[in-house]
Structures are given as C-alpha cells and as structure tokens.
C-alpha cells in the first residue's frame, strides 16, 4: 500500500469514528464532547482562559452550528452520528482542497521562475 492510499485510508477511519464525540460525554457522564467547549466552559475548565481564545472566540462562526447541516439538534443519535460523518467529510473535502490548490499554486510559480 502507498503512503498517499494510506493517507486516505486513515482520513476515512477518522470521518467513520468521528460520531464517537457524540457518545463519549453521555458514556463518561461529561456535558459536552471533549474540545468542543465554549470559552466560558474552558475557563471553568482550565481555571483561565488563553488571551488568544478571547480575542477569536467571536471571529469564526461555524458553518454547521452543532453539526446540525439545518436540521437542529433533533433526532437519534443515528442521525447526529451522520450529521458528524458528513460534517467530518465536508470539512475533509476543504481542506484537501484548498491544500491541494495552494500546492499546486506553489509548485507553478516555482516552475515559472526556473524558466
């Protein structure tokens, strides 16, 4: 198996168990999924909150608010765990994108400079 199969092959097992976020906090009797917190939660947390953290904690909206891709938070936890693969898929999709347009961006103005 390639590194760059390989590479998809672990991406995948990671959008397949990403629903996991959704049963560990009723499983471990916490409030909500682990690194999902808000900024008033991580300071309950941590005991302070990083300056960095309050200064963005406004800047980005998620897309998908809770995973809900416009359904709310309604439904089984079928359903949530689908809204999470597909949530987890989406964001895959981006960020291979924009990763390989940069690349390839990069590598073009590489080339033109060694003309």
Same mark, same amino acid.
């Given at each position: 198996?390639?590194?760059?199969?390989?590479?998809?092959?672990?991406?995948?097992?990671?959008?397949?168990?990403?629903?996991?976020?959704?049963?560990?906090?009723?499983?471990?009797?916490?409030?909500?999924?682990?690194?999902?917190?808000?900024? @008033?939660?991580?300071? @309950?947390?941590?005991?302070?909150?990083?300056?960095? #953290?309050?200064?963005?904690?406004?800047?980005?909206?998620?897309?998908?608010?809770?995973?809900?891709?416009?359904?709310?938070?309604?439904?089984?936890? /079928?359903?949530?765990?689908? %809204?999470?693969?597909?949530?987890?898929?989406?964001?895959? #999709?981006?960020?291979?994108?924009?990763?390989? /347009?940069?690349?390839?961006? #990069?590598?073009?103005?590489?080339? %033109?400079? %060694? @003309?």
């Amino acid at each position: 198996m390639t590194k760059f199969k390989r590479l998809w092959l672990i991406l995948g097992i990671l959008i397949f168990l990403s629903p996991l976020g959704l049963f560990l906090p009723e499983w471990m009797a916490t409030e909500t999924p682990w690194g999902e917190w808000s900024p @008033e939660k991580l300071e @309950e947390l941590v005991g302070f909150l990083p300056e960095g #953290v309050r200064k963005l904690s406004d800047f980005w909206k998620p897309f998908f608010s809770n995973y809900s891709l416009g359904a709310g938070q309604t439904g089984s936890y /079928l359903s949530s765990g689908f %809204r999470y693969m597909l949530s987890a898929l989406l964001g895959a #999709v981006l960020v291979t994108g924009v990763s390989f /347009l940069v690349a390839k961006i #990069v590598i073009s103005k590489r080339e %033109r400079k %060694r @003309e």
